[in-house]
């Protein structure tokens, strides 16, 4: 076993054939399939079931899937670290669901610290994502939230991925919709009264686990929806089909693609507590404490 079949096993298993695979990977269809049988045969067992339909991840490809991407992402780090041409820079990573005050809040350390030298990232990205970054050490800091519907799971995966979680603010779930839209001007809205309309969701879906979503009410039965990977393609869907997503109601003037949507109260009640997330017994670094500090700028008084 061998990083570069780690790293197979990912792509194969992110796309929707094992052709596709290979072109994202730059190496024959063939080859590849013959590297990932050798793994097989090595480990003893089958990751990936093959059909006339395609290819899927089997229950023990499942559970050996999660064990490649810690390991992939220890590796990439190690790489980063003392392999690239910017190992003489200062590092520093967060990954976040889509909140605007963790950029803010990440643009902020930058312009205190004023380092000289430096590589820094910070992904916008799945609940998943953000669990594993942080729980393999590939970001520091993570930004995440969940609802009533799903805080058990949630507070179990924190435990799982030997996570502390640090509440920062709980907010009440609003209505996303275009500024035209006929129901914009409305102090309160339900989702029933809004059942004509496409709801437009995140989509969390690696495995399309409704307990990873991001937004409230996440195990409602909407009778229309789209999912979507990208915030100005949603934007884009509620201002030309009417449609509405569901959030925490923080909109801010300063970021361009938010320009045109307005938030409405939801009448159901379903709030987002949302805070951070940091490696259990890992020390931050000076960028991550400063990172935390312009986070807590943003916490309630009620945490």
């Not at 052709?19 to 730059?26: F, I």
């Not at 810690?70 to 976040?96: H, P």
């Not at 970001?139 to 519907?149: A, L, R, T």
């Amino acid at each position: 076993m061998n990083i570069n079949q780690l790293k197979y096993v990912l792509e194969i298993a992110e796309s929707s054939s094992m052709r596709e695979a290979s072109a994202k990977l730059y190496i024959s269809q063939p080859a590849l399939s013959a590297s990932i049988r050798e793994l097989e045969d090595e480990l003893g067992l089958i990751i990936f079931e093959r059909t006339n339909k395609g290819i899927s991840l089997t229950d023990a490809g499942r559970e050996f899937l999660v064990y490649a991407k810690k390991a992939v992402g220890q590796y990439e780090i190690l790489e980063d670290r003392y392999l690239s041409n910017d190992s003489d820079k200062d590092s520093f990573s967060v990954s976040a669901q889509h909140y605007n005050f963790a950029v803010r809040a990440f643009t902020e350390m930058i312009k205190k610290l004023k380092p000289e030298k430096y590589v820094f990232s910070i992904h916008e990205t799945k609940t998943k994502e953000v669990l594993d970054d942080v729980g393999s050490l590939k970001s520091e800091v993570g930004i995440i939230s969940f609802s009533g519907s799903n805080e058990a799971v949630i507070r179990k995966l924190f435990r799982d991925n030997q996570l502390i979680f640090t509440p920062l603010m709980r907010k009440e779930t609003y209505i996303y919709v275009w500024k035209d839209h006929e129901l914009a001007g409305r102090k309160e809205i339900s989702v029933e009264e809004m059942r004509d309309y496409p709801c437009v969701a995140f989509d969390q879906s690696d495995d399309g686990y409704f307990y990873l979503s991001e937004e409230a009410m996440a195990d409602h039965p909407f009778d229309k929806m789209i999912k979507t990977d990208d915030r100005a393609t949603s934007i884009e869907l509620m201002a030309n089909l009417g449609g509405y997503s569901v959030g925490s109601g923080m909109l801010s003037d300063e970021n361009a693609v938010l320009q045109g949507v307005v938030s409405v109260k939801m009448k159901e009640e379903d709030p987002l507590t949302i805070g951070y997330i940091t490696r259990k017994g890992r020390a931050l670094s000076r960028y991550g404490e400063a990172y935390i500090e312009e986070l807590l700028k943003y916490k309630e008084a009620s945490y």
